[in-house]
């Protein structure tokens, strides 16, 4: 599910334009001062640091660079881990390094941190997607957010996933984030996991490194991850970018810490398979952000679910509102124009006749009659307990938390709840798994079999498919 930001879908020199209205995307600022630069990262920062990005409202695109064509396969990758544990330093010297094979621009840490406040704090709120290509496959990058307040826009980053990086200070171990990330991951289906070890530098002992190693495999056993398989790479994510920013020419085996970064994706390249994309299903997307162009129209953003959509073809928009149809007029993504978008594209799509006002986040593009919106399901779902990051005590009927369904959160209440003979029961507890009937404020494109996660005063507590629609 991950929000993309204006740069990384439409780019600076986009076939888009998009009218002074378009919102910054990033409105929410930070609480904690603790998050502030490593001194090490702020020398960097502020020596490498540009002018600030235009904001988003004064930002003027340009025509696209040209079409984009498939010649590798497209996989879906992501960062994920605890705040500052390196997560956008290694997206960038990822970006960096890879630049050499072609299909990508290098791009320096506060291209991938864009919104004001994020660069301010040197953390990341909004998902941001980037894409590098090795030698095998073509990725799109999602960098997610570590800091604890904004694991909502994780949850949409994660779901687009075909597997992730996880990155862990080797400094400082698995921390709060680090867990949930994985718990997350394991929630919303992130298939295959490899695991970045920063920080590499600043451990002097190699038997610490070692530990944290251990650590960190005994952690993702716990989530059912295979922890013994899964490849762990360490290396310092900062000393890449650094040597590369000082000769982005540098080939493999001439700098050990670029040297890791080739590791880390070959590593990916071998570990994380390419999916099966179900394009013969019919078409799908669940709309990440939406944005005006003037005299052309309105472009909504997000991760192709399932299906092909062409230009000319007729979408119908689903979900929170009254449906009604569109036309497809335009397909791009990552500045470069399509004919199609696939299973599994991050795209923007140019929609015809309709107002940046008619349309938001949570919404889905779909195959005229293929889905319908609905307020009232059955579902199975698995509760967390205390240990898992759960609640720590029972819920009963007439419980309203949040439920997180593709790209929206919506409140719910649970009006019943049964066991497992069906038999109608009176209160839930951590670590229980009960299938109840859940009632919506507002209709959302749902089906049966799709998956979603229950959230309750900024953490999970549980995770569950739907069995069947009611009404």
């Known amino acids: 599910m991950a929000s993309m930001t204006t740069s990384s879908i439409l780019g600076s020199t986009s076939l888009f334009h998009l009218t002074p209205q378009t919102p910054k995307l990033s409105t929410l600022t930070l609480l904690s001062s603790s998050n502030s630069l490593s001194p090490a990262k702020l020398n960097y920062y502020s020596s490498t640091r ?34 500052d544990h390196g997560k956008t330093t290694l997206t960038a ?3 960096m390094a890879l630049a050499s094979l072609g299909g990508s621009a290098p791009k320096k840490y506060d291209e991938i941190d864009a919104a004001p406040e994020e660069r301010a704090r040197g953390i990341t709120i909004n998902t941001a997607t980037v894409e590098y290509e090795t030698e095998n496959r073509h990725y799109a990058h ?9 694991v909502k826009n994780m949850i949409t980053g994660a779901a687009q996933m075909d597997g992730a990086i996880l990155v862990c200070s080797g400094a400082d171990g698995p921390m709060p ?15 295959n996991m490899v695991v970045f070890l920063n920080k590499q530098d600043q451990v002097d002992d ?12 005994e952690l993702l056993s716990s989530y059912e991850f295979p922890g013994d398989d899964i490849p762990i790479i360490s290396g310092s994510a900062l000393l890449a970018l650094e040597a590369l920013m000082a000769n982005p020419a540098i080939k493999r085996g001439e700098n050990e810490w670029v040297d890791k970064i080739y590791e880390l994706m070959d590593a990916v390249d071998s570990y994380i398979p390419i999916p099966q994309r179900q394009t013969e299903l019919p078409f799908l997307l669940a709309i990440e952000d939406v944005f005006s162009i003037t005299g052309r129209g309105t472009v909504a953003t997000g991760r192709v679910e399932r299906g092909t959509v062409k230009v000319g073809e007729t979408v119908e928009l689903v979900g929170l509102r009254e449906t009604r149809n569109t036309t497809v007029t335009g397909v791009e993504m990552f500045q470069k124009i399509l004919d199609e978008a696939l299973a599994g594209d991050n795209v923007g799509l140019l929609l015809r006749g309709i107002q940046k006002a008619d349309i ?35 819920f009963f009927p007439g419980y309203r938390p949040q439920f997180y369904m593709r790209t929206t959160d919506v409140t719910g209440k649970v009006t019943a709840i049964m066991n497992d003979k069906d038999e109608e029961s009176k209160m839930v507890m951590p670590g229980d798994r009960v299938k109840m009937v859940v009632e919506l404020i507002m209709p959302v494109a749902c089906e049966q ?11 999970t507590v549980g995770a569950g498919v739907i069995q069947s629609i009611i009404e």
């Open 449 to 459: 079999g799709m998956r979603f996660a229950i959230r309750e005063g900024g953490k």
């Open 93 to 95: 010297a990822l970006t």
């Open 360 to 394: 938001q986040r949570g919404m889905v593009l779909a195959k005229p009659g293929s889905i319908t919106p609905h307020t009232k399901f059955a579902a199975i779902v698995y509760v967390l307990k205390k240990e898992e990051g759960g609640r720590h005590s029972p």
């Open 206 to 217: 190699e038997e610490l490194l070692q530990l944290v190693d251990l650590e960190v495999r």
């Open 142 to 150: 999602v960098d997610c957010p570590g800091h604890a307040d904004y």
């Open 177 to 191: 984030q680090t867990k949930e990330h994985i718990l997350l991951a394991k929630q919303v289906g992130v298939p």
């Open 50 to 83: 540009p002018s600030p990005l235009p904001s988003p409202r004064r930002l003027v695109v340009r025509a696209a660079r040209g079409k984009f064509e498939r010649k590798k396969p497209h996989v879906n990758i992501g960062t994920i881990g605890h705040v």
